[in-house]
């Protein structure tokens, strides 16, 4: 098994739980927590005996977003002379942090977030980048790059209006303020609230054991139908899925479904 230095990984019945591992710094990722981040999806993607993703934390929090380190490694950028150049500078490191959260969303199989206590900043952007959350009753979200005289730019302003109110997000974004759990299922952000982490775990990874049931290549192709369904019409929508269907519809797996089905157990799919 992959083995990470800044998360844990554990994988069975098809599920791998990744979690945050920097307890001491509140999960709040530097540049090599970041570089890890795209790796580790890219590797469960590419890993046959992984169907299902839960993400979470590990110690207080689940994520603080980009550790002050990374912050004060770009603020050098200021050195250099030329206006253009800097600028190059910063937009290729801004770049290179979205790919990293982008990992998540190009990822094949679903990824589940399992929030509990601050899930601030990057942390955001993080979980918007996931296919369904959860959370604690203790957990709260915060756009805090509004008091950090920065707009928030790895995904939170662009995935987050396609999930909540767009009005509800220019709020949260324009004055930072902290939306609890309870607002956080009341908008949608959050499938369910559980009272602790413990009980969360439990039942997120339920639910990921009954995702990963299911035939993965169904699951890779719903994934891929809902983002794009999520970013186009829904004439072009009918039109991507008829044509992945023609692809994919005549498979062992729809065999294998409807013989379960007369026979009255559950299905068995190739990885």
Known sequence: MQVYHHYLLHIEQGVAKLSFNRPQKANALHKDAWLELSKAFTDLDENPDVRVIVLSGEGKHFCAGIDLELLMDIGQFTQIECGGKRAEKVRSTVKMLQDKINAIEHCRKPVLAAIHNGCIGGGVDIVAACDIRYCTDNTYFCIKEVDMGLVADLG??????????????????????????????QCGLV?????????????VMEIARQIAAKSPLVIRGTKQILLHSRDHSV???????????????????LQEAFVASMQKRPGVFED
């Not at 499938?191 to 039942?203: F, I, P, Q």
């Not at 004439?235 to 994919?248: C, I, P, R, S, T």
């Open 156 to 185: 939170t302003l662009q995935r987050l209006p396609k999930i909540i109110s767009p009005g509800l997000v220019a709020e949260l974004a324009y004055t930072g303020r902290k939306l609890t759990a309870g607002e956080a299922e």
């Open 235 to 253: 004439d072009e929508g009918l039109k991507q899925v008829a044509l992945w269907n023609a692809g994919m519809l005549l498979s062992k797996d």
């Open 191 to 203: 499938n369910k609230v559980y009272a602790n982490r413990d009980e969360m775990l439990a039942g």
